[in-house]
């Protein structure tokens, strides 16, 4: 055990002490074994277990007294265990969450009372106790690296004294080499399972990638030799003394694009080496082959990797001829594999902290991969970016300075130019010189990187070299001038969530927001002061994608800010302003901030600019703020309606016709609003944004017309334009947030007759009924809504319900959902079925009434209300009366007149006196205090509570007058 | 010299000197008066010598690179008779720590136009930057890398491609892109010094 502690089992912390055993694979199942072996020992070797530790072994553990049962001695938080040493000390004590342990038999009891926490205890046991044995048998037994003497040791001491306790100890020291060896053994096989390079695999590789070499257009590489040609014995070329190090062989690569590249290929795998002049050393990170390492390096390489076809080279065909075709395949797909696990490792690193990022943002995170171009030959960009290069690397600041500005006279909005950058080893250099106190240097570098940021490439290899940090810091330059570049550049880097992290964690985010703080802002905006809170708040609309940015730029107080330059009329500032608003207004606080620092006001304002991009930022600031009731009675007050009406005749503009359709969607929530809808024709207009628009336009739009269709003149206008057609199309889309509006707007139209034999004649119905076979919730619930008044509205709809093979069942069967809202909805539709009565037979077929009563015992007044519809009007059939009393439902039923909602009292009222058909039912109701509270309903304004109250209590008290007159009669 | 003479001198300077108020040329004023003290009275009293003045760059301003100092004294001594009068003191810090973009890019252009003849030649130009190469590449001749410099600022200077700035060039050039202002070496003193400066003199006045 202490040899495979001390070598195989992975420790995080090097060196002793505080380390903690990492959770691997590996380590868990090490520690499995170790917990079978110490489980089963008091069992299988009962003499050995009582064996007394030399030492204790001591550890924090997680158990508390509580844990321990028979044969311990409870003292509140101390535990001690009957079992005692001669000494008249406990095997085992737990004091103040330490425990110490001092005999297998001790260990093993323990371990089954940890029960699930057993891995837990072993490990930190092991942690505390590195060698074990040690503590076990005594020092001398301690397992030394290299060497494993203890059977030796134990040897001699056997031969000098005999005695019970050797023996004893005998035993144990070969039992637990015994588990030893055989976790060794086990460790041995899993970390052999991991891949490791081998002369013949790189030999392999250097055959295959010497195929496409040469001079060529379409090659991979120049040229690729082994600066050996001997080679060992065991395949390697290395010579014998590095081959200790696992160095195999080295290569020299000529790739088309940079310079010569020395490698060293590793067990570990490949690296640069600093040349072939005997500089072994390490000077690159480590890549697990060759074409990884290359794909790296060279452009040219990845450009031309795909275009490779394998070359028929008949001498090599025995050796290469399938080679290449597999491992090229593999090589492509590798690459592509390797780049996004490393967008989706740092992903997953980052996620760990910020979980609470927005949905939006894993659209527009991006992934960082190289375009491929068709022109492989360097530009002559390529070579002008490097001769400047020179001079940026090697001048003093005014040489930089020349250099730099005349870099600025390439086209830097071109991907040649963004990566000649990069490529020639100008980024770093650019980088580096932020972190210098030359002014100029300074702004003429970010003058550059905020061109070629624009870059996915560049933007990564901007953060990764650690410029960002240094951007923040630049922020408190008292150059504004400086500032102000520096905030461009962190608006144009920080696109995605690794960079906006970063800035945060800097202290960004609050220097950004003090950019927005300007003097003279209030009185007159100067040229200046705009200047400096555009960038500013160009960096913060880049940052704010992230959730946690969103809430450090509400703590560094830039919703004021925010606020104030929202009054002023520029539009490139007004632009970062209203994007940076309405990307935040995914948060609650935003959103009553923009209500109540009177934002409302400009942006309803705005959406008369002359900027487009401007109009759709204030539309989808209103649509995400529009949830709020108050906020639409703002939007309304301020005329917002209007103009919204009116940017639906820009069609062209797909982004704004979304935003702008999702503001009148929100806004048409409120009643007052749709009335003024309807004055500006709006509903028309919507019509005809039914067919030939996006996804993102449609959802809004068909949302925005199922709450017009609350108002009955606007399900007459849809029908008189045409509109119930296109309506009852959508229908069969896939989108599951268009469904759920589709739904609900069909459903709206279904109230109107003359609508609803338009939907029937069209097969609407049928396609409502097929979307509850839908996996979403919410389309099975809008579906189940939508079909309410279709099922209320539709001529012969018994008929027409029948028709549907299966539909019966289908929806008895949702009634096993475990959604709500699935629930309330189909419940409600049941009601309205159940009301034909063969329909309701059929259901009774498929077991409605043992579901509905399961459901009885909800809290939920909205699906409290419906079930009961749903009782009252099952109680129709048969003898489902009696069945709703057998399986348990009344006595629930009975406790919803206590609810505070009226609706629930209506609809409880009706199931009773249904149920109270039945003279069982009736016993039941009784005995919950149904009387008195029916008795108040009587006297309630509500004809049909009134009345369903009466007939209940009517048949309550019938069923008295009869009892009694059997008993006294 | 009297109260009232240096009132008059105050105002007169105020309005020819334009970027002070009357309480910092005040300042620059008394500022003048012990540097003048402190320098032998060769002049008696009226100003100070090209020593003198570059101890103050130096020290005031942090520049070192002594053919710009020259040719800043040379600039501040408007009239060339070797010294530095009050006026061309105030009148040419006016210019140095608060001029305009017009009133820098003409100091600058003298500056750099060594032999005053209206034009930066490739020779000037190749004087002012032969020390600007701090890493020399290996395989070339030393001044070949300051050559080719000299043409990277001339294909981005020089507009009608006489193979010299005029001053129009220069203006152009600079009003593209403001950073090339001080394209041949620095002729102003960095924000920094001047805070400090701005700070050290004109505070001592308003106590």
């Not at chain 1, 932020?434 to 550059?448: F, M, N, P, V, W």
Request: proline share 3%; net charge negative.
């Amino acid at each position: 055990m202490g040899v495979t502690l001390a070598r195989a089992a992975q420790w995080t912390a090097a060196g002793s002490g505080a380390g903690t055993l990492e959770t691997t694979p590996l380590n868990e199942s090490l520690l499995n074994q170790i917990i079978k072996f110490a489980e089963d020992f008091s069992t299988k070797h009962p003499q050995e277990a009582a064996y007394v530790f030399r030492e204790p072994l001591e550890w924090k553990t997680q158990l508390d007294s509580s844990a321990f049962g028979e044969g311990y001695v409870i003292n509140e938080a101390t535990v001690q265990s009957e079992a005692k040493h001669e000494d008249g000390q406990p095997l085992l004590i737990l004091s103040a969450s330490t425990l110490r342990v001092r005999s297998f038999d001790q260990l093993s009891h323990l371990l089954r009372i940890a029960m699930e926490k057993k891995l837990k205890e072993a490990q930190a046991c092991l942690e505390a106790n590195r060698d074990p044995i040690v503590k076990i048998l005594g020092p001398e037994y301690g397992a030394v690296e290299g060497e494993d003497t203890s059977i030796l040791h134990l040897f001699d001491k056997v031969k000098k004294e005999s005695g019970l306790e050797t023996e004893l100890k005998m035993k144990i020291i070969l039992l637990l080499h015994q588990l030893d060896l055989q976790l060794l053994n086990s460790s041995l096989k899993q970390i052999s399972q991991h891949e490791r390079l081998n002369p013949a695999t790189v030999n392999n590789e250097v055959n295959l990638l010497k195929n496409f070499c040469g001079r060529g257009e379409d090659t991979v590489l120049e040229s690729l030799e082994y600066t050996s040609d001997y080679i060992f014995s065991n395949g390697c070329r290395a010579p014998p003394w590095r081959q200790v190090h696992g160095e195999i062989c080295y290569l020299v690569i000529k790739p088309h694009d940079t310079d010569p590249l020395c490698i060293t290929c590793s067990t570990a795998g490949v690296f640069l080496n600093g040349g072939k002049d005997i500089d072994y050393e390490r000077k690159s990170d480590l890549y697990e082959d060759i074409v990884t390492f290359l794909r790296e390096r060279s452009p040219r390489f990845v450009e031309n990797m795909p275009k490779q076809t394998p070359r028929k080279d008949s001498e090599d065909k025995g050796k290469s001829s399938t080679v290449p075709l597999t491992t090229k395949k593999k090589a492509s797909g590798k690459s592509k594999t390797v780049k996004i696990q490393e967008t989706s490792k740092c992903k997953a690193s980052s996620s760990l902290e910020d979980i609470g990022e927005s949905s939006s943002e894993t659209d527009e995170d991006e992934q960082p991969l190289r375009h491929q171009e068709g022109n492989t030959d360097l530009s002559a960009e390529y070579w002008g970016i490097q001769k400047l290069a020179k001079y940026v690397k090697g001048g003093d600041p005014t040489a930089t300075l020349i250099a730099l500005c005349s870099m600025r006279d390439f086209n830097l909005s071109q991907e040649t130019c963004q990566l000649a950058i990069k490529d020639t080893g100008c980024l770093e250099v650019l980088i580096n010189l932020l972190d210098t106190e030359e002014i100029k240097c300074q702004a003429g570098s970010l003058k550059i990187l905020k061109d070629i940021s624009q870059n996915v490439l560049i933007r990564h290899a901007i953060a990764d070299l650690g410029g960002l940090e240094i951007m923040v810091k630049i922020l408190d330059s008292s150059d504004t001038n400086l500032k102000c570049l520096a905030a461009e550049t962190i608006a144009n880097v920080a696109r995605f969530k690794r960079a906006r992290k970063t800035v945060r964690q800097h202290g960004g985010i609050k220097k950004l927001v003090e950019l927005l703080d300007c003097i003279s802002v209030g009185s007159s905006y100067q040229a200046k002061d705009t200047e400096t809170a555009r960038c500013g708040a160009l960096a913060l609309w880049s940052c704010s994608k992230s959730t946690k940015n969103k809430k450090a730029i509400r703590r560094a107080g830039g919703i004021p800010l925010l606020a104030r330059w929202l009054k002023c009329s520029h539009t490139d500032i007004l632009i970062p302003v209203v994007g940076t608003l309405q990307e935040c207004a995914s948060e609650p606080s935003y959103r009553l901030a923009i209500r109540t620092e009177g934002m409302i006001e400009n942006l309803v304002k705005n959406l008369s600019s002359e900027h487009e991009e401007l109009q759709m930022h204030c539309a989808s600031a209103i649509f995400k703020c529009a949830e709020d009731e108050e906020t639409r009675d703002l939007v309304r007050k301020h005329e917002g309606l209007q103009s919204l009406s009116d940017l639906l005749d820009n069609t062209e503009n797909k982004q704004l016709l979304a935003a702008v359709t999702g503001a009148i969607w929100k806004c048409a929530y409120s009643t007052e609003n749709v009335l003024k809808f309807q004055e500006y024709k709006t509903v028309e207009t919507l019509v005809t944004l039914l067919t030939d628009q996006p996804e993102e336009v449609l959802i809004n739009v068909i949302g925005a017309l199922g709450e017009c269709c609350r108002e009955q003149e606007n399900r007459g206008t849809i029908r008189r334009c045409g509109g119930i057609a296109p309506m009852v199309k959508l229908l069969t889309a896939t989108n599951q947030a268009l469904l759920v509006n589709v739904n609900k707007a069909v459903g709206g139209c279904a109230m109107e007759p003359e609508n609803m034999s338009i939907i029937d004649s069209l097969d609407g119905v049928r396609l409502l009924w097929s979307l509850l076979k839908n996996p979403n919730p919410d389309v099975q619930a809008s579906a189940a809504w939508a079909l309410c008044p279709c099922v209320e509205n539709a001529k012969n709809s018994g008929e027409m319900v029948r028709s549907f093979v299966g539909g019966l069942e289908l929806i008895v069967k949702l009634l096993k959902s475990k959604d709500k809202e699935v629930l309330t909805s189909v419940c409600a539709a049941i009601a309205n079925i159940a009301k034909d009565e063969e329909n309701l037979a059929v259901m009774t077929d498929h077991g409605v009434v043992p579901l509905l009563s399961r459901l009885a015992n909800t809290n939920n007044n909205k699906l409290r209300r419906h079930l009961a519809e749903a009782i009252a009007h099952c109680c129709m059939w048969g003898r489902n009366r009696v069945a709703f009393g057998e399986a348990k439902a009344v006595a629930p039923l009975a406790r919803y007149l206590k609810s505070k909602d009226p609706l629930v009292h209506r609809a409880t009222a009706q199931a009773l006196y249904q149920l109270s058909e039945d003279p069982n039912n009736c016993v039941i109701m009784h005995e919950n205090g149904v009387v008195k509270l029916l008795l108040a309903m009587v006297g309630s304004t509500d004809d049909a509570l009134q009345e369903a109250a009466a007939g209940c209590i009517a048949n309550i008290r019938r069923l008295a007058l009869a009892t009694e007159k059997a008993k006294y009669g | 010299m009297s109260r009232k003479g240096l009132k008059v001198l105050v105002e007169s300077l105020t309005r020819s000197a334009k970027h002070f108020n009357k309480s910092e040329v005040e300042c620059l004023v008394k500022l003048f008066d012990t540097m003048v003290a402190k320098a032998s009275s060769e002049y008696a009293g009226a100003g100070f010598d090209r020593t003198v003045f570059r101890d103050i760059l130096y020290n005031a301003f942090g520049m070192t690179d002594d053919v710009v100092m020259d040719r800043v004294f040379s600039i501040f001594d408007k009239d060339n008779n070797g010294y530095i009068t009050v006026t061309e003191w105030v009148e040419g810090l006016a210019v140095l720590l608060r001029g305009t973009l017009e009133e820098k890019m003409k100091l600058c252009f003298t500056i750099y136009d060594l032999n005053g003849d209206g034009y930066i030649s490739r020779e000037e130009m190749f004087q002012m930057l032969k020390n600007s190469l701090l890493i020399q590449p290996a395989d070339e001749e030393p001044e070949e890398g300051v050559k080719d410099l000299v043409e990277i600022a001339l294909k981005k200077m020089d507009h009608d491609h006489d193979g010299k700035l005029s001053f129009t060039d220069f203006e152009k050039a600079v009003r593209d892109e403001n950073l090339l202002l001080e394209a041949f070496g620095p002729c102003f003193p960095d924000i920094k010094s001047t805070v400090l400066f701005e700070q050290k003199i004109f505070r001592e006045t308003h106590k």
